[in-house]
């Protein structure tokens, strides 16, 4: 199972000091970030898309990430999410490939359709085609990474006649792809089609919710012929503010809570960690509550977590990764790996990809 964290990249003030990064420093330190985290044995760093303030995340992930991958070893570097709705799937193509290349293998991405209403028509899309277009471009990138002279025509854009994408993918192997969604059953559907992962950020709403979607997913994951439905890939989100000592933690998580961007002047922190998967407090703590996720979910492959947001700066950051890396995940490998079954697949990765490919090979 694969541990890491993921960033939306947000600029916002620091309640407690009334400092706002600039940019600049906000983009370095998603840069620090992403380092600390394999320093501490994280297993993914992944880093969402943006076109509008309040964020810096970036624009086209595939920069951020190639500055990460010149800099690491080991991680696997990811994008939660690329907009498959936005973005043109042979730019797509051709851009996650050469960071394949970049990153020797060490790339996947994750799709999805984009909650920023006002990016499709910047983009020139419709925001009521989400759907249509998801499908559209998505079939038309998994294609062009599987075959090499490629003819095809959509709704979307222009058609393509012999057409190869270049770079081709790394070995042969296309980039595992998650496709990400927090209310769309046709998003699940695509991803069971494909035999490709779901993944679920269930940071805001309530678990009932996402264990319709990846219960979902997982009856048509088998329907279509991919496995069992407890062999499906699934991934999650989470959320946590750690600090030794538990009402340290509540204390200190207070104000940024109150005042964030997406869930600030709401609910309560009490009412909202009672709700979502939100855990503020202590190391045990968070290992209760994530440990809880198999059982609402089922066995799962990925569990990311968000951490540096609402205006938390770079130092409160590096301490949550240090708690996090050193005293949380070793005990949630533990004790998950233990209560999983053998026939549970692990976490795709470019060498088991490559792997497989090969052994396919050998028996066709």
């Known amino acids: 199972m694969q541990f890491g964290i993921f960033s939306v990249g947000d600029v916002t003030t620091d309640p407690t000091t009334g400092v706002t990064p600039t940019e600049?420093?906000?983009?370095?330190?998603?840069?620090?970030?992403?380092?600390?985290?394999?320093?501490?044995?994280?297993?993914?760093?992944?880093?969402?898309?943006?076109?509008?303030?309040?964020?810096?995340?970036?624009?086209?992930?595939?920069?951020?990430?190639?500055?990460?991958a010149a800099r690491t070893e080991k991680i696997v570097l990811s994008?939660?999410?690329?907009?498959?709705?936005?973005?043109?799937?042979?730019?797509?193509?051709?851009?996650?490939?050469?960071?394949?290349?970049?990153?020797?293998?060490?790339?996947?991405?994750?799709?999805?359709?984009?909650?920023?209403?006002?990016?499709?028509?910047?983009?020139?899309?419709?925001?009521?085609?989400?759907?249509?277009?998801?499908?559209e471009n998505y079939a038309?990138?998994?294609?062009?990474?599987?075959?090499?002279?490629?003819?095809?025509?959509?709704?979307?854009?222009?058609?393509l006649q012999g057409f190869t994408s270049t770079p081709r993918p790394l070995d042969g192997v296309p980039p595992f792809v998650w496709h990400g969604s927090i209310r769309?059953?046709?998003?699940?559907?695509?991803?069971?089609?494909?035999?490709?992962?779901?993944?679920?950020?269930?940071?805001?709403?309530?678990?009932?919710h996402f264990q319709q979607l990846i219960a979902f997913y997982r009856q048509r994951f088998e329907h279509y012929g991919h496995g069992k439905a407890d062999q499906a890939i699934v991934g999650l989100g989470g959320q946590a503010f750690i600090r030794p000592k538990s009402q340290d933690a509540w204390n200190e998580f207070r104000p940024y809570f109150d005042?964030?961007?997406?869930?600030?002047?709401g609910p309560s922190l009490e009412d909202f960690t009672e709700q979502t998967p939100l855990t503020v407090g202590s190391p045990q703590e968070v290992i209760d509550k994530t440990l809880t996720f198999r059982e609402h979910f089922g066995d799962y492959q990925r569990q990311l977590f968000l951490m540096d947001h609402a205006g938390l700066p770079l130092k409160t950051v590096l301490e949550q990764l240090d708690l996090l890396g050193e005293e949380v995940v070793p005990v949630l490998r533990k004790e998950l790996e233990a209560k999983r079954p053998a026939h549970v697949p692990d976490a795709?990765?470019?060498?088991?990809?490559?792997?497989?490919?090969?052994a396919q090979s050998v028996t066709a």
Do not use: C
């Open 79 to 135: 994008t939660s999410t690329t907009l498959i709705t936005t973005n043109d799937p042979v730019r797509l193509a051709e851009d996650y490939a050469m960071l394949q290349h970049l990153a020797d293998g060490r790339l996947d991405l994750m799709m999805g359709r984009g909650n920023t209403g006002p990016v499709y028509p910047w983009f020139g899309k419709d925001i009521r085609e989400g759907i249509p277009l998801a499908v």
């Open 184 to 208: 769309s059953p046709e998003i699940a559907e695509q991803a069971a089609y494909y035999g490709d992962g779901f993944f679920a950020n269930h940071i805001f709403w309530p678990t009932s």
């Open 140 to 159: 038309l990138l998994h294609q062009l990474w599987r075959e090499e002279v490629v003819d095809w025509q959509g709704k979307f854009r222009t058609p």
């Open 348 to 358: 795709p990765t470019h060498e088991s990809l490559k792997a497989a490919r090969e």
């Open 24 to 68: 600049h420093e906000r983009i370095k330190a998603m840069v620090k970030i992403a380092l600390k985290a394999e320093e501490v044995g994280l297993d993914v760093f992944a880093v969402g898309e943006h076109h509008n303030p309040p964020f810096a995340a970036p624009a086209n992930p595939t920069v951020l990430l190639s500055n990460i």
């Open 259 to 265: 005042n964030a961007p997406v869930y600030g002047h």
